[in-house]
């Protein structure tokens, strides 16, 4: 089946670490998104990609980086440059640039400890 | 900073009746698109409307799209308690310095509560 798969569905931080959230897709799309949904809140974007090898900051890109070595694969890293981690993290992918309907992944749900 | 702004931000009603979601929004847009997303999971697509079309329909869903306003509203009719979840409308702007990158940007969501 095609679709967004991120991993962990849970994860721990400790202060001062980094941690990386992975999201996958197979649906050979060529926009992905990184989102952070806090509680009773919207989703605002961290960071989105568009092709492989190159990302464009979103609204919040403060303590946050990401790679695109591959089309399939769109990596986030929490670092500890970011003081308030704890939220959920929403992966999504777009077929094109252009007009397009996202796909999200189930999500990551990060708590410092 | 959020491009949507959706009112209201909770909507009670009872099985049967219609819900009304909007949304505004502050820069041109290329469409708008309508997202569900049941408590802790992904988002999941439900509509889209491009900036040149005015209402569009999917089952009991209706969207209207007027332009000259920034401002969306998602209609559900017959509502049942399988609708209850938070609504997003998200905006699809180009993104800035003059790339062809598209951007989409969400709303802070409704939530939407159909008691039996």
């Known amino acids: 089946d095609g679709g967004i798969t991120q991993s962990p569905k849970y994860l721990f931080r400790k202060e001062g670490q980094n941690v990386t959230l992975s999201c996958e897709q197979n649906?050979?799309?060529?926009?992905m998104y990184w989102y952070r949904q806090d509680p009773g809140q919207g989703l605002r974007l961290i960071y989105y990609s568009q092709i492989v090898n190159d990302f464009q900051k979103g609204d919040i890109a403060e303590g946050y980086s990401v790679s695109r070595e591959k089309k399939e694969s769109f990596p986030l890293t929490v670092t500890s440059a970011q003081k308030n981690p704890t939220a959920f993290y929403l992966c999504?992918?777009?077929?094109?640039?252009?007009?397009?309907?996202?796909?999200f992944g189930q999500g990551t749900r990060l708590t410092v400890v | 900073s959020q491009q949507g702004e959706e009112d209201p931000q909770a909507l009670s009603i009872q099985e049967g009746e219609n819900a009304t979601m909007n949304c505004s929004y502050k820069?041109?847009?290329?469409?708008l698109q309508w997202y569900r997303q049941n408590s802790g999971r992904g988002l999941v697509h439900l509509i889209l409307?491009?900036?040149n079309e005015r209402e569009k329909h999917s089952g009991r869903l209706r969207v209207t799209l007027d332009t000259s306003k920034k401002s969306s509203s998602l209609l559900i009719t017959a509502s049942r308690a399988a609708d209850t979840a938070s609504y997003f409308c998200?905006?699809?702007?180009w993104g800035a310095g003059g790339t062809s990158y598209g951007k989409l940007t969400f709303g802070q969501g409704t939530i939407l509560t159909v008691h039996p």
């Open positions: 649906l050979n799309h060529d926009a």
């Open positions: 999504a992918s777009t077929k094109d640039r252009g007009v397009s309907v996202a796909f």
């Open positions: 998200a905006t699809h702007t």
């Open positions: 820069t041109s847009i290329n469409n």
């Open positions: 409307i491009r900036s």
